[in-house]
């Protein structure tokens, strides 16, 4: 981080083993600070430049015992640790023996305090001494990887945010976190784990304006169901764009060729235009593997949904696919005839919808 105090930077950084005290100072020395640290010292002399540091929040895996080692799904290998910044901060936890993670705490340190890193705080009031959460604050979340395996894995934060989303986890940035989901799934279902695996992403939705906003401002800070909905919809609205452009083409090329007449061409041109039917074929090409977190969220969902279609008298029916489709005609055309008894099952299905679109920005083509 570029710390600065009174607009001056601090660049300067030493470590004193005797005191176990790192010091940061400006270049004339005029001006120093110093941090205490904490935990169990394993090994001074990894090197800082073999690591890279994520800052994120979360406002469900933020206990001080929320520490997991991070795998990536397609290599099956841990790239790293995800945990709160307490962690570095105290010894009373689960971890401070943990040899492994420890040589990962002292090079966070000194690339937390590094005037190199990517984020910037500016300290007005001042005592000589600070810890890392006075300087990054107490909801931090701390992501350290092994450069080592994520060039492996050719990894770009970007490629993972749906995925680390999924268990709550959000970019730290300017737009604090604010909303929280209605249940405690995420708590419930890996709390206590050791690990947590991401998977990178691969498709183009990433590249839209839209997307970035989405995770690192939109979902973070506007907890209305309605809104949530409607913005996570997009991104069904957009593959459905995606999709019929694709399968416009082809049918183009067919009809040049010869292989079928005017009338069929329009009427294949009708049939792909369904939206109903592209939401259907988003969901079939999606796997949801029997077992998995996004497989019990699709199983809540579809069963919410139903509870709540069937309180508003429309015709149940099984395929997920068509569930959405009817669940967005509702709140698009029909939201004033939801009742009040009714909106605690809507506010679920919009945060169970955030995780089946995570899933879907995942493993999307």
Known sequence: MAIFYNEKLLTKLSFDNDNKMFSLSSHNDDIFINV????????????????????????HLNAENDVFQLYDK???????WIFPISVLESNEND????????????????????????????????NTELSLSQVYGEDTIICVLSKEKINDVNF??????????????????????????PNNLIV?????????????????ILQLDFVKKLYNSYLKTLDHHLIRFHLLYQIIEYLIT?????????LLIKYNNGEFTKNNFLEKINDIRSERKNINKIFTNINFKTGTFEHQVKINIERT????????????????????????????????????ENLDLLNEISYLFEILINEIIIKSP
Do not use: M
């Not at 397609?74 to 790293?80: A, F, N, V």
């Not at 419930?188 to 498709?203: E, H, M, P, T, V």
């Not at 995606?242 to 082809?250: H, K, L």
């Open 95 to 126: 971890f401070s023996d943990n040899e492994h993670l420890n040589k990962y705490k002292f090079v966070t340190y000194k690339i937390l305090l590094s005037h190199n890193f990517q984020f910037k705080s500016n300290i007005y009031e001042i």
């Open 74 to 80: 397609d290599k099956k290998e841990r790239i790293g």
């Open 188 to 204: 419930d279902s890996f709390r206590g784990k050791q690990k947590l695996s991401i998977k990178k992403a691969n498709n183009k």
């Open 156 to 181: 770009n934060i970007l490629s993972y945010i749906p995925n680390f989303a999924t268990y709550g986890y959000y970019e730290k940035n300017e737009n604090k976190l604010t909303f929280k989901y």
């Open 305 to 340: 949904i139903k509870d709540f279609l069937r309180n508003l008298g429309v015709e149940e029916k099984n395929h997920i696919g068509d569930l959405i489709y009817d669940t967005r005609n509702i709140i698009t055309h029909n939201y004033r005839e939801i009742k009040n």
């Open 36 to 59: 205490p640290y904490v935990p169990k010292l394993e090994d001074e002399n990894y090197d800082e430049n073999e690591f890279s540091v994520y800052l994120f929040e979360n406002n």
């Open 242 to 250: 995606e999709n019929f452009s694709t399968e416009f083409d082809q």
